[in-house]
């Protein structure tokens, strides 16, 4: 069964960090870009990071530039989003996609081109005092 499973989401106070894990199965990571999309009932979802299949190229959206760092480990088939000095609209669902036809460079990264071949469930982040 094809699937892609985030963990490390949570409840955390501002300022503080978290490490969000994309673990993938039934499939191997090595040939898809990952990006990493979040969500706040009641807004659109919004591409915050991506990563190339060859980890040569990342992206972030300008709010979490230097905040956070993307990662991935083919080995483990396994993608990471390390988010720092978190702040209340971080607070969202966060959820992994794994895109095949584009890579993450230049005018492709998530929510610009992007129609990816699967999706995660998801994983909250609260970040609240």
């Known amino acids: 069964q094809v699937q892609l499973v985030e963990s490390g989401g949570g409840l955390v106070q501002p300022g503080g960090s978290l490490r969000l894990s994309c673990a993938a199965s039934?499939?191997?990571?090595?040939?898809?870009?990952i990006g990493w999309f979040r969500q706040v009932p009641g807004k659109e979802r919004e591409g915050v990071s991506c990563i190339s299949a060859r980890a040569d190229n990342t992206w972030y959206t300008d709010s979490v530039k230097g905040r956070f760092t993307i990662s991935r480990d083919n080995a483990q088939n396994t993608v990471y989003l390390q988010m720092s000095s978190l702040k209340p609209e971080d607070t969202a669902v966060y959820s992994c996609?794994?895109?095949?036809?584009?890579?993450?460079?230049?005018?492709?990264?998530?929510?610009?081109?992007?129609?990816?071949?699967?999706w995660g469930q998801g994983t909250q982040v609260t970040v609240s005092s």
């Open positions: 996609a794994a895109e095949s036809i584009f890579d993450c460079a230049g005018s492709y990264y998530p929510g610009s081109g992007w129609s990816p071949d699967y």
């Open positions: 039934g499939f191997t990571l090595d040939s898809y870009a």
